[in-house]
């Protein structure tokens, strides 16, 4: 508005607009997509730009300064670059200069990294933005008055407030009811996103609900976690077009808003949608979720296996990675390894390693960090960030993973307690395995999780006695256990887990013998195996 009373012809059109969409603003009509791009990667200006053009479609653009912007031009845009985006059309908004994670902590940070992008905007002839992305896809309702102040009109978050939303599924944008602030991403391009992904993300539009797609780099060289290969890309864009979708910027949504009220809690639509999807869980996988609580049930789809590690690992995906267990579920496993470590300020994390050095480059153990500290490392193989051990529980959740928690520190109880909060939180208190015979750990996560066979439990079966062990189970290796001790174990209830591990076969006539183990733990019927990915062929599955 301030720019249009420097200009009488466009302050007629925005007053005239105004009125009309005082009188009622308009419902979407039913094939409309918003596009976003974020992080000014050289693919926007390159890459999605004149296919955007060729097809006539609008889009927003999120401009940051962060990571090596100013220095990595073969990465990144240039402002001149970024200035013919808007010539052409296209929406610039603002993503932050330093692309700050927006926390209690940096909110006094954020009105001058608002100005910043701002200030480029106008030394390039760029209207300063009215779109905003929020770094990370982390918000605080706290920033609100801040962004509006700054002219802010409309900001773009994630999905996760509603549900699962590791493999870049949300919720559906709906004018009148979002708050314009907190507009969610319904569709967070992954790399391993298919057509299938993008049109099921398209699907969630309708009346009264838009489709906001966020997209990285088409490549991205920098951000491979988010990375859309361009071939993707051409594909997701030609089957909107074919479809004969309406593709707009960010703030061509002003239309459908204007006129209407905003939520005076602004968290409230989260929240309520919160709480219906998890009356009706969405379910991704044909697999259904293992119910370690019922023997029958696990005997009857024996042997389990359960990726070590976190998953299946490969040059490319790391241990106790999100990408790990994306593999395990694509592979075909019941349950997957979860290693757990506390941040310094208390979160568990997805980590296995006593030291991050080798994994992310950083020298320390987890516990030396605060949490946002090790969110912001990445791992060497993939550039994938650390992951909470939340983001491991919705995923496996999603992918009708069972979990078995290794946890590496010295159990503590503060620790435990948010543990079996999250494993209940996310409907895995029935198909969860917790493998440290610790008193606390028995004690905390009994209700959510199998405990081991205490030693005393086990010698008092070994000497002939009948104890009811239902809830428990038995893990080690192979040499630990005597093959008599199995069916004792399984009469008493207990279910016999045990672990095919590399660092116990280290060569070929190891692996020989591993193989062996395994057909003679089979032909005893445990319950399953915990097995490094390099010994699923003896399981009919390819190698990684
Ligand atoms: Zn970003």
Redesign the pocket.
Known sequence: MKSSFARPVACLIAVSSLLASARAAESPPPRLVVLTF??SSASHHAVAAPLLKRYGFGATF?I?EGFTFRTNKRDYMTWEQIAELHRDGFEIGN?TRD?LGITERTLPRLAEQLEAIAAQCRAHGIPVPVSF?W??NRFHPAALPVLAQAGIRFARRGGEREGPYALGGGVAFEPGVDHPLLIPTTGDARPDWTLSDLQRAVARGGPGRIPVLQFHGVPDGEHPWVNTPRERFEEYMGWLHREGFQVIALRDVARLIDGRPVPADPLAPMESRRRAAAAAPVYSSDKELIDVRDAAKVRARRPLLIAHRGGVVSSRVPEASLAAIREAARHGYDMVELDVRATKDGAPMLFHDANLRAATGHDGPVSALTEAEVRALRFRRNGEPVAGLEQALLLCRQLHLGVMLDLKDSPQVELLRKVATLVRKHGLEKSTVAISGHPLVRAELGDVALVPVSPEELERTKAGETLALAGRHWFGIPAWLPPEMIPKLQRAGALVFPAINLFRYENDSERAQAKRDVEALRRIGVEGFQIDSAYQDFFGKALP
């Open positions: 974020d992080d999120f940051t993503h692309h992305a770094p990370g």
